[in-house]
């Protein structure tokens, strides 16, 4: 529907993208803004769209609250580990779901697409019990192994699979008749093209593990173990009362490393979604 | 392993190229498989057995109760309300998400400058932190939060959101909505771009005005992509839980109790993992049924498809 735009409906157009960016855009505005007003400012009637006076010991009050650098390390060496680890599972499965011919292969890809099917939340409990039964209880092996070779890695190997396909088999012919062996053939040719498919499914392993908090909650127990999502809701007083002011400063140190690096690489976000095997 | 193909005297070797093949192939799927079947399939058994049993950890017992969780469930007086504002929940999302991210997707189609800079406000609350991004809302929706304050600026004064059962509902779904329509937004905006233009050319030689060459050409078009959002928006919408956890804790009263947050209560808080398998066996029939009909309507609603 691309067609040129009468400069009276232009205006129009960014005047309503203008009213419906504000949703989108003031939620992450007001949580840096408020992170740095002094608690008794931060209901402060009109509200102050831009902090009256500053206060930035709330930033300090993080560390001294919680082990945040040490939860910042968990949340982050484990969505490192996950990120890197779902990347090799899944193209390794992927590239032979699609490319390789083997018996019961379309079987064996139904069976692992049930992974799809089944979301962590329904198998939540006998996960417990059998990380229980291995003693791997508030450790962070759960938070790793599960999302690696579980059920979350399996859209990863979809899109994979798809990528895969879609692929033209000459270079890999070529290779074959000069007596590559297949793990060769994946490493040197098949996975360098498939870079794009790679890309998007390191940003969305990494989002999904850095979010995870239902499976934190359960697993963990300890504030020395917790990941971000679990110590962001940890900042509250002895009344149970939420201390907004540090909380949102500690959410907003969670939030803006990740919108940086979306901001500096938005197209590879963008289109990596878009042109992978999302599509259908 | 011997490789026989060394052999000079064998006509056919042992490892033939397809064996070898074969080998590889199950090589490489082995760890994903093997995965699936420990934490997927063999959890998912397990479910069910645990579903069947009375399960006490105070007293350390594991008792076989046939159907009697079942029976439990059909008699659990918070289940009807818990369904329904599941139910509430993934069809306002649903909906919401969908025709919002259809919306956007159709204004940033258009011929604009600096359109990149708005595609990459709107998708920013994707990869901002779930956690994060919760938080903030349930600052804003406090009774004298942000929200209130603007409004009461206006001289609107706004109703305390998360402790009203309908505001408290509207106000999960909306903060959900925000959080993901971006994705939706941009499979949209995809699925736009990849409509050939010579078909509006043709409409508009015919005089078809805007909104029609969008009803008979756009959406069937990209029809395809409205029923893949709407299966990943629904099964996602049933795997709600950080939201409900932080914004409402299910409150008031049961009002915003959704399917997955019941579950958790009634295993991890009470300890009742036996009734809460039972849940989760309900949970998994829903999104088996939900993702069957959807495939099903995909014979009959979607018209292009490669």
Redesign the interface.
């Known amino acids: 529907m691309r067609t040129d735009l009468s400069p009276r409906l232009r205006v129009a157009l960014y005047g309503l993208m203008c009213v419906l960016l504000i949703p989108f855009v003031f939620p992450t505005w007001w949580m840096i803004t408020s992170s740095v007003k002094p608690i008794s400012d931060i209901f402060a009637f009109p509200p102050d769209l831009w902090p009256r006076r500053f206060d930035f010991s709330t930033y300090q009050r993080v560390f001294e609250l919680q082990p945040f650098a040490r939860q910042y390390w968990n949340s982050a060496y484990i969505a490192a580990i996950v990120t890197a680890g779902t990347m090799v599972v899944s193209s390794m499965a992927g590239y032979a779901f699609a490319r390789i011919k083997f018996p019961f292969s379309n079987a064996i890809f139904m069976i692992v697409l049930l992974g799809l099917l089944i979301p962590s939340e329904v198998t939540i409990v006998p996960l417990f019990q059998m990380f229980l039964g291995w003693g791997m209880i508030n450790t962070h092996w759960p938070l790793i192994l599960v999302p690696i070779f579980g059920a979350p890695s399996v859209f990863a190997t979809f899109v994979m699979r798809q990528f895969f396909i879609a692929l033209p088999g000459e270079l890999e012919e070529a290779a074959r008749v000069d007596g590559l062996g297949r793990f060769k053939i994946f490493w040197t040719i098949a996975l360098p093209l498939a870079k794009p498919a790679l890309g998007a499914v390191a940003i969305f392993t990494f989002l999904h593990s850095w979010n995870l908090y239902l499976e934190p909650i359960v697993f963990l127990s300890s504030t020395q173990m917790f990941t971000l999502p679990q110590a962001l809701t940890q900042f509250t007083d002895a009344y149970g009362g939420a201390m907004w002011n540090i909380q949102l400063a500690a959410a907003t140190m969670t939030a803006i490393p990740v919108l940086l690096v979306f901001i500096v690489a938005q197209k590879q976000f963008v289109e990596g979604l878009a042109h992978t095997g999302l599509k259908g | 392993m011997n490789n026989h193909s060394a052999a000079p005297n064998q006509k056919r070797p042992f490892w033939t190229?397809?064996r070898?093949?074969?080998a590889?192939?199950?090589l490489?799927?082995a760890?994903?498989?093997?995965?699936?079947i420990?934490?997927?399939?063999?959890?998912?058994g397990?479910?069910f057995y645990?579903s069947m049993h009375e399960w006490n950890v105070l007293a350390n017992t594991f008792t076989f109760v046939g159907d009697a969780n079942y029976q439990m469930l059909l008699r659990d007086p918070n289940l009807p309300p818990v369904l329904l504002a599941s139910a509430i929940f993934s069809a306002g999302l649903v909906v919401l998400n969908l025709s919002l991210a259809l919306?956007?997707a159709?204004?940033l189609?258009?011929?604009?400058k600096g359109i990149?800079v708005?595609?990459?406000?709107?998708?920013?609350?994707?990869?901002?932190?779930?956690?994060?991004?919760t938080?903030?809302?349930?600052?804003?929706l406090?009774a004298?939060?942000?929200i209130n304050?603007?409004l009461?600026?206006f001289g609107i004064e706004g109703p305390n959101w998360l402790r009203t059962p309908t505001t408290a509902m509207i106000s999960v779904v909306?903060v959900q909505v925000?959080k993901n329509v971006?994705?939706n937004m941009?499979?949209f905006?995809?699925?736009?771009q990849g409509?050939p233009?010579e078909l509006?050319e043709a409409a508009r030689v015919d005089g078809a005005s805007?909104f029609k060459?969008?009803r008979r050409i756009?959406l069937p078009m990209i029809s395809?992509?409205i029923l893949?959002t709407s299966i990943i928006t629904i099964?996602g919408s049933?795997?709600v839980?950080?939201q409900i956890?932080?914004l409402t804790k299910g409150g008031p009263g049961v009002s915003t109790t959704v399917l997955?947050y019941y579950?958790?209560q009634q295993?991890?808080q009470f300890n009742f993992?036996g009734y809460?398998?039972t849940l989760?066996?309900l949970?998994?029939l829903i999104?088996?049924v939900l993702?069957f009909i959807q495939w099903q309507m995909r014979k009959r609603i979607v018209f292009y498809?490669n």
């Open positions: 190229i397809a070898k093949d074969a590889a192939g199950f490489f799927i760890p994903q498989t093997l995965g699936i420990t934490f997927v399939l063999i959890p998912l397990l479910v645990y919306l956007l159709v204004l189609d258009q011929k604009l990149v708005f595609r990459t406000l709107f998708f920013s609350p994707v990869v901002v932190s779930l956690v994060a991004w938080i903030v809302w349930s600052f804003l406090q004298n939060g942000g304050g603007i009461a600026v909306v925000f971006g994705l941009i499979l905006l995809a699925a736009l409509v233009k509006y805007p060459q969008f756009t395809p992509t893949l099964v049933l795997q839980f950080a956890a932080i997955v579950l958790y295993a991890f993992f809460g398998s989760s066996i949970l998994f999104v088996a993702t498809e």
